[in-house]
């Protein structure tokens, strides 16, 4: 199990944007911007579902995932694989419905993504890039 040290943290909790990629069964890759997302334990991600489409079908039909998350000012930045998964009621639920409310109200979240972190990948510029992380 990676660990998410308190630099991924702090760095998650900084970002304005992730990157989720999914694929089709067959390989066919897709790549979309979420703003309302958190590391909700040692090892999830919550991105929260107001517009995704393609991604949805992608998730049902392929649960693997790719995610990214940086910090333009310290250029420090993270890529997340696992396995994701939509919950649509519960505690996770709750909390994604609230991270959209208290800045968009306007807008109705549809599901949380739950993503179960099992590698994580430093994308920081230099010498680590690329490698996996402890
Ligand atoms: C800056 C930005 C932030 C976005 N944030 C979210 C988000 O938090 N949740 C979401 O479901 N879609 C979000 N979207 C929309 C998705 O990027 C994308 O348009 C949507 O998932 C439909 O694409 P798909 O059919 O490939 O899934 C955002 C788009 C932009 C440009």
Request: hydrophobic share 45%.
């Amino acid at each position: 199990m990676p660990k998410i040290t308190e630099e991924i943290k702090e760095v998650a909790s900084k970002t304005r944007g992730w990157a989720l990629a999914t694929a089709t069964k067959d390989g066919i890759p897709n790549v979309v911007a979420v703003a309302f997302g958190k590391l909700i334990s040692e090892s999830q991600i919550l991105l929260v579902d107001v517009f995704m489409k393609k991604t949805r079908a992608n998730i049902e039909a392929n649960p693997n995932v790719a995610v990214a998350v940086w910090d333009m000012e310290t250029l420090k930045g993270y890529q997340f694989k696992g396995t994701a998964h939509f919950e649509t009621s519960g505690e996770i639920f709750d909390e994604g419905v609230q991270i959209v409310k208290s800045t968009m109200p306007q807008l109705t979240p549809k599901a949380a993504l739950i993503v179960d972190v099992l590698q994580i990948y430093n994308l920081t510029p230099g010498a680590e890039a690329g490698k996996e992380m402890a």
